[in-house]
């Protein structure tokens, strides 16, 4: 978590919907061609500036993004230090419940994913909830440091349309290990080139990061907008 962070709630762009959950809107000027629940990672919270520069830039191009936090991360607001993620069975719980609030407020294709762990957990249950795409930002095929215990089972039999952004070089999934994982047909990757796990390019690579954020809105965009269309 940034500077400042974990009291970096603006009362009028977030707010507390049923069941209480933490939550805030960046929607588009015009008709939004889709909309995507987008769940932070493990240690930052929804207003990191990586989760609000792609809120915005996502806006921009026309997708109505809904960003949440999940109950372990909103303590940390409420003065409880820094905590663990909470277990797996909690965090899809949520999951389950915003997904469920969402669902009445959203027209149009409805998409759900996240940064690393959030787009984790949404992968998990994309063909349950029955979303019409999965996004994930930098998605942890492998847990730091342990190659040898990939996060892919799931991902073989996944029906849901995904895409996965991932950095080139992200060492929780790099392109050379990536590829020798047998996933589902639905799942597309777009690589970043020279990329680490929060999309930021090598600087000898002569590439910025805001560069990196602009590409991966503009495939996460035009990804969603071929929803509406089929």
């Known amino acids: 978590m940034g500077k400042g962070q974990s009291a970096g709630i603006d009362a009028g762009q977030y707010t507390q919907c049923d069941k209480g ?3 805030g809107w960046n929607h588009p000027r015009g008709a939004a061609s889709a909309s995507l629940i987008l769940a932070h990672g493990a240690g930052a919270p929804m207003d990191s500036p990586f989760m609000e520069q792609m809120a915005v830039r996502l806006a921009a191009r026309g997708v109505a993004v809904c960003r949440f936090e999940f109950a372990y991360m909103a303590a940390r607001r409420q003065g409880m230090g820094r905590r663990p993620p909470s277990p797996q ?3 899809l719980a949520q999951w389950r419940e ?3 609030l969402v669902r009445q407020q959203a027209t149009g294709p409805l998409a759900i994913g996240g940064k690393s762990m959030g787009g984790r957990m949404a992968s998990l249950l994309a063909d ?3 979303a019409e795409a999965l ?3 930098g998605y942890p095929f492998h847990p730091a440091g342990k190659p040898d215990k990939p996060r892919v ?3 073989q039999g996944l ?4 895409l996965i952004v991932q950095g080139e070089r992200d060492a929780l999934g790099d392109r050379e290990r990536v590829a020798q994982y ?4 639905a799942i597309a990757l777009h690589w970043l080139a020279a990329a680490d796990h929060d999309l930021k390019p090598l600087k000898r690579s002569g590439l910025t990061h805001e560069q990196h954020l602009d590409e991966a809105a503009d495939v996460i965009a035009a990804f969603l907008g071929g929803l509406s269309s089929t």
Do not use: Y
């Not at 029906?159 to 995904?162: D, M, S, W």
């Open 21 to 23: 959950h933490l939550v």
């Open 135 to 137: 996004v994930c930002l």
């Open 153 to 155: 089972a799931h991902l």
């Open 128 to 130: 349950e909830l029955e």
């Open 98 to 100: 915003v997904h469920a």
């Open 89 to 91: 069975a909690q965090l």
């Open 182 to 185: 047998p996933l589902s047909p």
């Open 159 to 162: 029906r849901t349309p995904t």
